[in-house]
């Protein structure tokens, strides 16, 4: 029995909902999806119903691309924002799956209980550097030819802003946090990473804004963890800080893994111990 996870599914394109499809079963392990399953509801209930059927049980927490407000048919209502996602929680417990609305789960491995902690914290655009304004960070990455489209399509309503939505979400989850026994080991998982030293995107460094909050950096020291997995930047790797294991497990874009690998290489071991294929780990790492 294995805990694997994965993320950034990105199902909008054909061929990775192709390799889903090809993806053989593990039926005693668990799975994490660390966000961007896609943007259209219907693939993320496509992704649900596939991955539930391969795997004893599925953890999800939402990317920013799970929440772009956008129509699922001509004519048809939008949902956005808190809405949008509450709707993704609805259909996620269809299925069983363990969402950032649900009570942790407990792994019981051969080191003892781990509780997985599925986040969903959002961004503030601290992850700026310090000498630029918030007010100005769109335009300064603008100047670097990074954008994000989550200017156009993440409304946070009924939030003000998606900096108002990121510290409620924070706000709520070091409550639920502190509530766990102190000492108790954790599996920290959210779609952005928790630390502004692991979001380098060498081919697009002025998107770093999107990333994150600075208000998580210690989080894993705070909150015991020994694993934290995220995805979003599209580069595959571990880092290591302060004994803590980073594991950023996107799979990303049809240009950005090898289809001949098949999905599965691309699942990332997280207990017990980590591994990926050798094939994998020889790949280049490629960003958005």
């Known amino acids: 029995m294995r805990l694997r996870a994965i993320s950034d599914l990105h199902l909008a394109n054909e061929a990775n909902r192709e390799a889903l499809l090809e993806l053989p079963a593990f039926k005693d392990d668990w799975l994490i999806v660390a966000g961007d399953v896609a943007e259209k509801l219907e693939h993320i209930r496509f992704a649900f119903d596939e991955l539930s059927r391969r795997f004893a049980k599925l953890f999800w927490v939402p990317g920013n691309h799970d929440l772009w407000a956008g129509p699922e048919k001509p004519g048809g209502r939008v949902l956005v924002g808190e809405e949008r996602y509450r709707r993704m929680v609805e259909h996620a417990r269809e299925y069983g799956i363990v969402t950032p609305e649900d009570p942790y789960e407990t792994w019981h491995g051969p080191d003892g209980p781990r509780s997985i902690v599925p986040l969903f914290l959002l961004y503030d655009y601290s992850f700026r550097p310090d000498d630029v304004a918030r007010e100005d960070v769109v335009a300064w990455a603008r100047e670097g030819r990074a954008v994000c489209a989550d200017e156009l399509f993440l409304d946070p309503a009924p939030w003000g802003s998606r900096d108002a939505w990121c510290a409620s979400r924070c706000d709520e989850a070091e409550r639920r946090l502190s509530e766990l026994p102190a000492g108790q080991p954790t599996i920290l998982v959210n779609h952005f990473p928790l630390r502004r030293d692991l979001a380098r995107l060498p081919r697009a460094p002025r998107f770093v804004p999107w990333c994150g909050t600075r208000r998580t950096e210690d989080w894993?020291?705070?909150?015991?963890?020994?694993?934290?997995?995220?995805?979003?930047?599209?580069?595959?790797?571990?880092?290591?800080?302060?004994?803590?294991?980073?594991?950023?497990?996107?799979?990303?874009y049809p240009y950005q893994w090898d289809r001949s690998l098949g999905m599965a290489a691309y699942l990332r071991d997280i207990l017990p111990g980590s591994s990926s294929s050798e094939a994998v780990k020889s790949a280049a790492r490629l960003t958005r």
């Open 220 to 252: 894993h020291l705070r909150f015991n963890a020994e694993v934290v997995i995220s995805g979003h930047l599209h580069i595959r790797k571990t880092d290591w800080r302060d004994g803590t294991r980073f594991e950023e497990v996107s799979l990303g």
